[in-house]
């Protein structure tokens, strides 16, 4: 049986031994996109490639068998050679300074080496535009699996280039990014996707209008994967600038109304007096976010 965290943990080994995508595609005889389907979390290796997988890491580290790859996270990570995650509050894991709990940095390393894989990939944010009432605006997100061992994320917004860290956990998606060239801060928060590789996910964002003198602002976001990481992230990185290159500004019509609705609502006393919320939520209980459909399309 192959565990669900099988994706996260052949992206570790590959990273941790340096063996490419395309280089155990060749050694395991397969087409190179069977690989990126399994790191996906699309298809899982037959016992066959199992087995050819599992000789090819012990080929590099003595000792590791098909068993491992059921193992609990940090008994995988000694399999491979690899120290496991500091708990010790007095040594936290590198990436997140001294301004997160060290223990709540500890648990985000971990559950990145878990679920990291679920999030990376091109993204396209739809968010309800503030300078033309009633329509719709598309961001550009890549995300990937960053050396400090949690996701770094870049957001192309017009001419602005936000570069930040995302933190997983079971339920949420937490993230902090910045603007260089303005110093504009933007946090986000989406609801997560469970076991599965996230294709849609909803949340909330907080950031400043830009004109205006800077007013805070927040609003709801759907945000849609484009597509998956290749084996050179500096031709992804190139890929999300060309994709930021197209007008931001959603096509009328192009936003379904379920959609709409869901980004659009009423909220405060008078929508809180007739049956709705009083602050802007993104509930579970209704979140749009999910893993892979048949029609890998959003249901309209």
């Not at 990436?95 to 990939?121: F, K, M």
């Not at 986000?188 to 964002?205: K, P, Q, T």
Request: hydrophobic share 45%.
């Amino acid at each position: 049986m192959i565990a669900d965290d099988f994706p996260a943990k052949l992206r570790l080994a590959l990273k941790a031994l340096s063996i490419s995508r395309a280089g155990l595609a060749s050694e395991l005889k397969i087409d190179k996109s069977v690989v990126g389907r399994w790191i996906a979390g699309v298809n899982r290796p037959t016992d066959h490639n199992l087995a050819g997988l599992s000789t090819a890491i012990a080929a590099r580290r003595p000792g590791f068998t098909e068993l491992d790859w059921e193992a609990e996270p940090d008994a995988f990570r000694q399999s491979l050679g690899l120290p496991e995650v500091a708990a010790d509050p007095a040594t936290p894991p590198p990436g997140g300074g001294d301004w997160l709990p060290p223990q709540v940095l500890a648990e985000a390393v971990l559950t990145t080496t878990l679920t990291g894989s679920a999030y990376e990939g091109l993204w396209r944010s739809t968010r309800p535009s503030f300078d033309h009432p009633g329509r719709f605006l598309h961001d550009r997100i890549l995300i990937w699996r960053g050396d400090h061992g949690l996701l770094s994320f870049q957001l192309s917004v017009g001419d602005m280039q936000f570069k930040g860290v995302a933190f997983p956990t079971r339920t949420q998606l937490f993230g902090i990014c910045a603007d260089p060239a303005t110093g504009i801060f933007l946090f986000v928060i989406f609801n997560a996707v469970l076991r599965y590789r996230a294709e849609v996910m909803d949340g909330l964002s907080l950031t400043l209008q830009r004109s205006g003198g800077g007013t805070p602002m927040a609003c709801a976001v759907l945000m849609e994967r484009t597509g998956l990481l290749s084996d050179d992230l500096a031709a992804d990185a190139r890929q999300l600038r060309d994709l930021a290159r197209l007008s931001p500004l959603a096509p009328e019509g192009s936003i379904s109304p379920t959609i709409a609705a869901h980004l659009l609502r009423d909220v405060g006393p008078a929508a809180q007096a007739a049956g709705g919320d009083l602050f802007l939520l993104m509930p579970f209980v209704n979140s749009m976010s999910r893993g892979p459909e048949p029609d890998g399309e959003l249901s309209k």
